[in-house]
C-alpha cells in the first residue's frame, strides 16, 4: 500500500487481490468506523441497515477505484431496481444468511475482469453487522474465488461460510 491506497497491478491473481484488499480494509476499517460512529448510531435509527451503506461508502469506494486504475472492470451492468452501495456493491449479488441478529453476515460478489475482459476470478466483500444497532462487530472480510458464474459463486460462499 502506498498512502493508505491499496496497489494493483494487472498481472495480479484473484489470490493476491484479496490478500492487499484486505491488509487495506484491516488497517482503515477500525479507524473509520470510530469517527464515524455516533453519526452511524443516530442514522441507523431512521434508516436502520442502510446506515451500513454510508459506512461502506466511504471504506470500500477506494478499492475499486484502484482495481479500475489497474485495468481491471469490477462492476456489471446495473439493471434499473438494482440497488449499488460503495460504488460497486449490488444488492441482487448478495447473500445473507448467516449469524445472529447482533451479528449478521451479508456477502457480496463482484466478478473481475482483465483488460483482456476475460474474468480471473470473483472478490467476495462479507460486511457483518448488527440488526439491532449500529455495530459492525468484526472487520469486513475479502475473499476470492476463482469461479465467475453465480452459481459456483453461490456455491464457494456456502463452502465458505459453512467450514468457517
Known amino acids: 500500500m502506498e498512502n493508505g491506497f491499496p496497489i494493483f497491478r494487472q498481472d495480479m491473481s484473484i489470490e493476491e487481490i484479496s490478500e492487499v484488499a484486505n491488509k487495506y480494509v484491516a488497517s482503515e476499517w477500525r479507524p473509520l468506523y470510530e469517527s464515524m460512529h455516533e453519526?452511524?448510531?443516530?442514522?441507523?435509527?431512521?434508516?436502520?441497515?442502510?446506515?451500513?451503506?454510508l459506512y461502506l461508502d466511504r471504506l470500500l469506494p477506494v478499492l475499486f477505484e484502484q482495481l479500475e486504475d489497474a485495468d481491471f472492470s469490477v462492476m456489471e451492468?446495473?439493471?434499473?431496481?438494482?440497488?449499488?452501495?460503495?460504488?460497486?456493491?449490488?444488492?441482487r449479488n448478495s447473500i445473507e444468511k448467516?449469524?445472529?441478529e447482533d451479528n449478521?453476515?451479508?456477502?457480496?460478489?463482484?466478478?473481475?475482469?482483465?483488460?483482456?475482459?476475460d474474468p480471473i476470478g470473483t472478490l467476495l466483500t462479507e460486511i457483518p453487522h448488527s440488526h439491532l444497532k449500529f455495530d459492525?462487530?468484526?472487520?469486513p472480510v475479502i475473499y476470492s474465488l476463482r469461479e465467475s458464474l453465480k452459481?459456483?459463486?453461490?456455491?464457494g460462499?456456502?463452502?465458505i461460510k459453512?467450514?468457517?
Not at 41 to 46: G, N, Q
Not at 104 to 117: H, P, T
Open 151 to 155: 452459481e459456483g459463486i453461490v456455491q
Open 77 to 91: 451492468k446495473t439493471e434499473e431496481n438494482d440497488f449499488v452501495i460503495a460504488k460497486c456493491l449490488i444488492f
Open 104 to 117: 449478521r453476515s451479508r456477502i457480496f460478489w463482484n466478478v473481475i475482469y482483465n483488460k483482456q475482459g
Open 162 to 164: 459453512e467450514s468457517g
Open 157 to 159: 460462499i456456502r463452502r
Open 39 to 53: 453519526q452511524l448510531t443516530a442514522a441507523f435509527i431512521e434508516i436502520e441497515d442502510a446506515a451500513y451503506g
Open 98 to 100: 448467516w449469524g445472529t
Open 136 to 139: 459492525i462487530p468484526s472487520a
